[in-house]
């Protein structure tokens, strides 16, 4: 794994990331970019970086799944009542950040974030694996709790609660991520990087390079 991983990054490192070869919008670079990801067996390649603020500018972060994509932003699944959903409620500024380490790339997406229609968190829901389900009835996210058990056994009360089909909770949903920026970074030799963003100009994109 370790070889496979090294011989992995020093392809991409000595591939450059071009003006020309860059696709017209950010979107479609993305997809471009996730599909190498996906092909190269990189694990989670949907896993992102979070970050959201308070109304006061404090900072957090933790990893996500991109569940969505389309031609408006990214989109990812949370508890209304987690710290992220608090926060963005107060600061609806955010960011995300794709780590391919073992490709030397990354991408960072800087925008505002907005909840989702319920209509869009249920076409979602109901393509989730039952336990899911469950757990996010059983889980008040970043509630304190006394014990592991407590949680087990919540989990336990919902599944005989809902003993066939579990409905979207109230209390559950999607947040779209709406990029102005999109900047995608590939790694060269000798710290020569590239950096390429798209930066968002009314109803279309600006592609410029940015220092490494």
């Known amino acids: 794994m370790k070889n496979t991983l090294a011989l992995m990054r020093r392809r991409y490192t000595s591939t450059r990331l071009l003006e020309s070869d860059a696709a017209a919008d950010p979107f479609t670079q ?34 996500v799944l991109l569940k969505e994509l389309d031609d408006e932003g990214f989109v990812f699944f949370t508890n209304h009542g987690s710290r992220k959903a608090s926060e963005l409620s107060d600061n609806p500024h955010a960011s995300l950040c794709f780590p391919w380490f073992p490709m030397e790339r990354q991408v960072v997406a800087c925008g505002t974030a907005a909840a989702i229609s319920r209509e869009e968190s249920q076409a979602y829901w109901v393509t989730r694996p039952r336990d899911s389900q469950i757990g996010a009835w059983a889980s008040q996210q970043s509630t304190v709790i006394g014990s592991r058990e ?15 089909e579990v409905p979207l909770p109230d ?26 963003r798209y930066r968002r100009a009314g109803e279309a994109w600006v592609l410029e390079r940015l220092a490494p």
């Open 150 to 164: 407590e949680l087990e056994s919540e989990a336990a009360a919902m599944a005989k609660r809902f003993p066939e």
């Open 30 to 63: 993305f997809r471009s970019w996730l599909h190498d990801s996906v092909t190269a067996g990189l694990p989670e390649p949907n896993a992102m970086v979070l970050a959201t603020a308070t109304r006061d500018g404090v900072p957090s972060s933790r990893h």
């Open 171 to 196: 209390f559950w949903g999607g947040f779209r991520l709406v990029p102005d920026t999109v900047e995608f970074w590939q790694g060269g030799l000798g710290r020569l990087h590239d950096r390429l």
